[in-house]
Nanobody, 128 residues
Framework: QVQLVERGGGLVQPGGSLTLSCAAS????????IGWYRQAPGKDRVGISC????????VYRDSVKGRFTISRDNADKMVYLQMNSLKPEDTGLYFC?????????????????????WGKGTPVTVSS
């Protein structure tokens, strides 16, 4: 049974930090690119970041570059999103998703269509 379970969301003040985690099971994690996506209230879901199978390359949405860092631990089948200097516009439901088929083009173009598996999301609210 495929599962992606996100944790770590919450309420944080502007300028604060959060680390999201994504625990994967039920598929070949080592060969999947993993992405983080956000759906803000009343808006479409957008790609935030994606990381390669070997964690040697990552891409980021322009609005989070320099503030967010994606990482993965293949031994533990975990992916993380470290979020610093948070802004109110970072508010939303954060999902992790897996693309299992190389060259993982959907993930690396931060597209949500074409991803194979999704978690249920964890909410992040940035507000004073």
């Amino acid at each position: 049974q495929v599962q992606l379970v996100e944790r770590g969301g919450g309420l944080v003040q502007p300028g604060g930090s959060l680390t999201l985690s994504c625990a994967a099971s039920g598929f070949h994690f080592d060969s999947a690119a993993i992405g983080w996506y956000r759906q803000a209230p009343g808006k479409d879901r957008v790609g935030i970041s994606c990381i390669t199978t070997s964690a040697d390359t990552a891409v980021y949405r322009d609005s989070v570059k320099g503030r967010f860092t994606i990482s993965r631990d293949n031994a533990d089948k975990m992916v993380y999103l470290q979020m610093n200097s948070l802004k109110p516009e970072d508010t939303g439901l954060y999902f992790c998703a897996a693309e299992t088929i190389p060259p993982h083009a959907y993930c690396f173009n931060l597209k949500d269509y074409g991803m194979d598996y999704w978690g249920k999301g964890t909410p992040v609210t940035v507000s004073s």
